[in-house]
């Protein structure tokens, strides 16, 4: 009998994130949203910046994500991203001041290759809080 449930786990850096028991998810792929299911078939894909939707019976969890990548199997999603945040978390006025100041950092002339890809994805994701925040509002 086929599970009716999947694991959905989210890890930066910095740590885990996300773990549940869901249903279904909605993915930020490269090319367009995709929808992954229980007993989805094997497959590792690239993520765009984007919400992930996890379902949870009537419940839904959106956890914004910055790039990344996602590994899924018929019992699992393991992301791994450079930024996550859930959206219950997002601070209208601490995400612009982010922006702000990973703008002034972009500036800064001896930032290392690394650096400056890991600063450019401050900015991506700061701008991706405020979209969603503000879309929200409407």
């Known amino acids: 009998m086929a599970a009716a449930t999947m694991k959905l786990e989210i890890v930066t850096p910095t740590g885990q994130v996300y773990s549940n028991d869901v249903d279904m998810v909605t993915l930020p792929g490269r090319e367009g949203e995709m929808g992954i299911y229980p007993q989805h078939a094997p497959l590792i894909t690239l993520l765009g910046s984007g919400e992930i939707i996890a379902r949870r019976g009537t419940q839904e969890d959106r956890i914004l994500v910055t790039t990344g990548c996602a590994e899924i199997t018929a019992e699992r999603i393991g992301i791994l991203t450079v930024f ?55």
């Not at 601070?91 to 930032?111: I, S």
């Not at 991506?124 to 405020?130: D, E, G």
């Open 84 to 138: 996550a945040t859930p959206s219950s978390e997002i601070d209208e006025q601490k995400a612009e001041a982010a922006r702000v100041r990973a703008e002034a950092r972009l500036q800064d002339k001896n930032l290392s290759q690394e650096e400056s890809a890991m600063v450019q994805a401050a900015v991506t994701h700061s701008l991706a809080q405020l979209k969603l925040k503000r879309r929200s509002m409407r």
